[in-house]
């Protein structure tokens, strides 16, 4: 389970239901996957066997939606495409068109700008100029990118997840290992009579403000069932110790929001 996706996945332009390509997940490296999600159909016996030992982990984790973030430094800089994700992501493409910078407000699609090639063109700079810290987007596009094997040109689709992050990001005081043992600690409870198979990935967003404090919680994405969502809530809205704020590039104190990653595994 994790906030960010990185997916570029090989698409043949008239059979793209077909797909197959390299998503960049939570895993450093990439993993050749089909762009659905819809998780392998494993084999009975194998599942009965491990049923008995392992029993599947009820995931957490705090912070920026996606792994992929910007600064708006960095993001005031950006010309190109390229400019906007990491060096790895762009590996061995020669080419971009039909591209697309679609802005995202909790996990759904908002405003989005049409482009053609790398170069970013007057309209999807200025959708980008207005992102504020914690604003989630998209970038979408068809590529040619070199296959490092063949060293064919393939036609590809191209998805990157980013997140807007403040230069300096807000911290829990005593350190993101004491706030997760803390809610590991204190949701044991709440989940120990509920099925880990059926636990879906659930997502409760908060704001750190400028004061340290946290406000905003409100659950996004729901684990299916309602108790561990509520005790997930109240977790984040009555942990102890403080926060220290987020900063800008002058030093200036900000508004951060952050999700809680917990549940089931993430696609």
Request: proline share 4%.
């Amino acid at each position: 389970m994790r906030k960010s996706f990185l997916i570029i996945a090989t698409v043949v332009i008239t059979f793209c239901l077909t797909a197959f390509g390299f998503i960049y997940h939570d895993n450093p490296e990439p993993v050749q996957r089909a762009l659905s999600c819809n998780k392998t159909v494993e084999n009975n016996h194998f599942e009965n066997i491990i049923s008995d030992h392992a029993e599947p982990e009820f995931s957490l984790d705090v912070g920026p939606r996606f792994i992929t973030r910007i600064t708006k430094a960095q993001l005031s800089q950006a010309k190109q495409i390229v400019d906007l994700v990491p060096e790895k992501a762009t590996r061995g493409i020669e080419s971009f068109w039909s591209t697309r910078i679609v802005f995202r407000t909790h996990e759904a699609d908002a405003e989005f700008e049409k482009g053609d090639g790398n170069e970013l063109n007057a309209a999807q700079l200025t959708l980008l100029q207005s992102a504020d810290y914690s604003t989630n987007f998209c970038i979408e596009a068809y590529c040619k990118r070199r296959n490092p094997e063949s060293g064919q040109l393939e036609i590809q689709c191209f998805v990157v997840y980013v997140t807007v992050i403040p230069e300096q990001e807000a911290e829990y005081e005593s350190g993101h290992d004491s706030l997760l043992k803390f809610l590991k600690d204190n949701s044991r409870e709440a989940i120990v009579a509920v099925p880990r198979e059926k636990l879906e990935p659930g997502k409760v967003y908060f704001t750190v403000n400028k004061n340290g404090t946290i406000e905003n919680v409100k659950v996004v994405s729901d684990s299916g069932f309602g108790s561990v969502d509520e005790k997930m809530v109240e977790l984040i809205s009555n942990m102890p110790g403080k926060w220290r704020p987020a900063q800008n590039s002058i030093g200036e104190k900000v508004d951060q929001e952050l999700v809680l990653f917990y549940g089931g595994d993430d696609c």
